[in-house]
């Protein structure tokens, strides 16, 4: 069965620091990985997504995610956080289109001026 | 176009009540899929459907039931709802055929006292 484990429940990082979220999966196949953010009160918005081809995928709002078979990681990277990342973050991954996702728990990022 | 659109917004329920969530998605997708949202616990599937027509239980069906009423609307229904489905419900489509970005509604939030 599909596992998605984010190891940090929470992270503090200064504004202009770098960024790191991890996340680790457990599936046979190759799965399909995404990143998810949602700010408070608010719905998921889709941050990147990865299915095939070129491990490191790009996303929107300066994100950018390296799935890395060897280790069964998918860690979110954003190079200089602005206050506005602040938010919680998931992890999920999928098995199928039309399916499912499975997420992880989420890490809740605080970003200090 | 609205995306996804969930009502109500913020429901209160005493325990045994009954109360229909509605989610509805002007994107033609084809599976819609329903999340309860629970602090330190991710989300966790209730029920899906993968295409019109057709609903599967998903992670924590039990004291849930869903109707897959046309293509636009998918909507959960609370029979005798209990102090556990306290939760933020999230309603989320996805184009299915290979698509996998899943497009999540803004959430309601049940409180059942």
């Known amino acids: 069965a599909q596992s998605v484990t984010q190891p940090d429940i929470h992270i503090t990082v200064s504004e202009g620091a770098s960024l790191e979220l991890r996340c680790n999966y457990s599936?046979?196949?190759?799965?399909?990985l995404f990143w998810y953010v949602q700010s408070p009160g608010q719905g998921l918005q889709l941050l990147l997504k990865?299915?095939?081809?070129?491990?490191l995928v790009q996303g929107i709002k300066g994100f950018e995610a390296e799935f890395k078979r060897s280790q069964s990681s998918f860690n979110l990277r954003k190079p200089s956080v602005h206050w506005s990342d602040a938010a919680e973050y998931f992890c999920?991954?999928?098995?199928?289109?039309?399916?499912?996702?499975?997420f992880g728990k989420g890490t809740s990022l605080l970003v200090t001026p | 176009n609205a995306g996804v659109t969930q009502t109500p917004k913020f429901q209160v329920l005493k325990t045994g009540q009954s109360m229909t969530l509605q989610c509805a998605q002007d994107?033609?997708?084809?599976?819609m899929y329903w999340y309860r949202q629970d602090p330190g616990m991710g989300l966790r599937l209730i029920y899906y459907?993968?295409?019109?027509?057709?609903?599967d239980k998903g992670e924590v069906p039990n004291g849930y039931n869903v109707s897959r009423l046309n293509k636009r609307e998918f909507s959960l229904r609370l029979e005798s709802a209990a102090p556990s489905q306290t939760s933020v419900y999230f309603c989320?489509?996805?184009?299915?055929?290979?698509?996998?970005?899943?497009?999540f509604g803004p959430g309601t939030r049940l409180t059942v006292t």
């Open positions: 990865y299915f095939s081809g070129d491990t």
């Open positions: 994107m033609n997708h084809n599976s």
């Open positions: 599936y046979g196949a190759t799965p399909y």
């Open positions: 459907s993968a295409s019109e027509g057709t609903t």
């Open positions: 989320a489509s996805e184009a299915g055929q290979g698509s996998f970005e899943q497009y």
């Open positions: 999920a991954v999928g098995a199928n289109s039309g399916y499912a996702l499975n």
